[in-house]
């Protein structure tokens, strides 16, 4: 019913940027928060930024300062601007989002990951 796609991941050298974008589509009425995730390998998912509104974001302290989340309402995208990028932040990054379908019924719905890899 609903997919979300991320693109912009890939190879970046230590203190170096990448910007993530991920679209949603499909049966659509609205979103309310959209988020990023990652997983690195042996690790849990970890948060790293969600947004409901351009006013209203919250981020994991590793990733505060560095990492900016924003969206575009009219193309149901969310963005990740990562700035400062560390050997450590290399992982598979996710995006999530709580869609309101047009049938009013809610859902939770992830992308399938995009590979950013920080050499040093």
């Known amino acids: 019913q609903v997919q979300l796609v991320e693109s912009g991941g890939g190879l970046v050298q230590a203190g170096g940027s990448l910007r993530l974008s991920c679209a949603a589509s499909?049966?659509?009425?609205?979103?309310?928060?959209m988020g990023w995730y990652r997983q690195a390998p042996g690790k849990q998912r970890e948060f790293l930024a969600s947004?409901?509104?351009?006013?209203?974001?919250n981020y994991a302290d590793s990733v505060k300062g560095r990492f900016t989340i924003s969206r575009e309402n009219a193309k149901n995208t969310v963005y990740l601007q990562m700035n400062s990028l560390k050997p450590e932040d290399t992982a598979v990054y996710y995006c999530?989002?709580?869609?309101?379908?047009?049938?009013?019924?809610?859902?939770?719905?992830w992308g399938q990951g995009t590979l950013v890899t920080v050499s040093s």
């Open positions: 947004v409901r509104s351009s006013t209203n974001t």
């Open positions: 999530n989002a709580d869609v309101i379908l047009t049938s009013r019924s809610t859902i939770a719905v």
């Open positions: 499909g049966s659509i009425f609205s979103i309310n928060a």
